[in-house]
């Protein structure tokens, strides 16, 4: 998708970036080349916001639509090209012993689980877990499965008496991202127990 952009620049501050067809995103820079840089990430993760908050997304106009708006006279236009996140929606079954947090399996992501003391903090540490473990795989260069049906699952005795909900996610894309933030497999375990031991307590 390309999305239209205005810089502007008042004479003590920063280069700033708007989205006009993406209400309340923006981001600023040093330089005009550095506002546009940082503006593929803010437009990014605002879109990842509202496609994991179930908002419409809003189609980009032209640049020359929002020129005449004189809230952007002056400002210096640029169009911005992205790849549009893609959301998942993973089945999860939920299981909880008398006396024990909730335990959560993730039947398209094998080996990947996760527990909390409420439903609602266990489908967060679920939405979480999704992620990491979608980003190992991404960086072991292993294809992420794309999640069935609850209906496909449901059959299954393993899973028998559980509790069905469904986690939405954005699947990541961007290796160098990640490899930015874990650069090395000794790395990607630390942080993988980490998170592991944080959610089975």
Known sequence: MRYPVVIYKDPDSDYGMLVPDLPGCYTAGDTITDVLRQAIEAIELHLEGMLLDGDPIPEPKDIAYH???????DGLWKTITIKFPELRHYPVVLHRNPGRPYGVNIPDLPNCFAV???????????????????EYMLLDGESIPKPKDIAFHQNNPEYANGHWESVAVILPTDVSKIQGD???????????????TQVVR
Not at 182 to 196: D, H, M, T, V, Y
């Open 67 to 73: 020129e005449t708006n004189p809230e952007y006279a």
């Open 182 to 196: 874990q650069s090395g497999p000794i790395q990607r375990l630390f942080r993988w127990f980490n998170q592991a």
């Open 116 to 134: 909390g003391d409420t439903i609602e903090d266990a489908l967060k540490q679920t939405r979480e877990i999704i992620e990491l473990r979608m």
